[in-house]
């Protein structure tokens, strides 16, 4: 494959990850004029449209679709190879980008990561905090993190944190008003803070367990948020209830700031996993980071 050849899969590769000229030009460092000289001229070499053009977007085609399907896994190897060459140094090196939820980066991944750069200065950490689900090889991720009962197959798994619980919590201000519910049924009667969301587009459906029976309860209230921490501070200032994980609350039950609740209806459950394809090869500082992860109980 001749040179020129290569430079324009990389400009149709790029195009159609940013979805725009514009972007792709930016991060080539050419201009929107000749990246679109390159794109014209590798569709008329290989005789088909691969990208659509509207004044907002651009999109692969049918065709697009399929050499991005041969390209991604190419570059990606390409890249871990290249990435695995820092085995040849004195220490490892090279950028790690992980998507995770900001409670798996506050209590798994920080602590790690504190512990671990400070040795290894050739190591760059990029953490990209999502609330949903990201598809780690369209997004050109190194791997993810998220809780074991929702792993997506093909995935390698390290599991990297305990057993985790969820916690139903109020003030005491707001109890001194309301009786104590004794079952998720009796949530109907309370004022509720909503979980939203973002990535399913609803509230969050609050999930209890007890002798094998489980339960999904939709509550409802004066407040929602699409942050953990604005639930903690409702509840602590006597809004509703509020359905956190533990962590998240433990410092206020300590101080009794908030008062735990329904207890026995939220059994533990599998806790964090960092997770990458399985065809990934991973280069010397990935396996050092995960090592440095790995849960040990």
């Not at 324009?8 to 201009?31: C, I």
């Not at 599991?159 to 985790?164: K, Q, S, T």
């Not at 509840?235 to 509020?242: K, M, N, P, R, T």
Request: some cysteine; hydrophobic content about 40%.
């Amino acid at each position: 494959m001749r040179r020129e050849e290569l430079v324009d899969l990389n400009a149709f590769l790029t195009v159609a990850d940013e979805q725009s000229f514009t972007r792709a030009a930016a991060k080539l460092g050419t201009s929107q004029s000749s990246l679109s000289h390159t794109i014209r001229r590798l569709e008329t070499r290989l005789g088909v449209r691969l990208l659509t053009r509207t004044t907002r977007s651009v999109a692969p085609t049918e065709a697009g679709e399929r050499l991005l399907g041969t390209l991604r896994p190419a570059v990606e190897s390409i890249g871990a190879e290249l990435a695995s060459l820092s085995d040849l140094r004195e220490k490892p090196s090279g950028t790690i980008r992980i998507t995770t939820s900001e409670h798996a980066a506050n209590t798994v991944l920080w602590p790690a990561l504190e512990k671990l750069l400070p040795d290894y200065p050739d190591i760059h950490v990029e953490l990209s905090i999502e609330p949903g689900f990201t598809d780690i090889v369209a997004g050109r991720f190194d791997a993810g993190v998220r809780l074991g009962e929702a792993l997506a197959r093909g995935m390698v798994a390290l599991r990297i944190g305990p057993d985790l619980r969820m916690a139903v919590v109020g003030s005491p201000a707001y109890f001194r008003k309301r009786p104590i519910p004794r079952t998720p049924h009796d949530l109907s009667e309370h004022q509720c803070i909503n979980l939203r969301q973002v990535s399913a587009g609803g509230f969050y459906a609050w999930e209890f367990a007890k002798r094998g029976r489980e339960l999904r309860v939709r509550v409802v209230g004066q407040l929602a948020f699409d942050n953990i921490g604005m639930i903690v501070r409702a509840a602590s200032a006597g809004f509703g209830l509020g359905f956190v994980m533990e962590d998240d609350v433990r410092a206020h039950l300590a101080d009794g700031r908030l008062v735990r609740v329904l207890e026995d209806w939220c059994p533990s459950f599998p806790g964090y996993h960092l997770y990458y394809p399985s065809r990934r090869q991973p280069s010397a500082a990935f396996a050092l980071l995960a090592e440095a992860l790995r849960y040990r109980a």
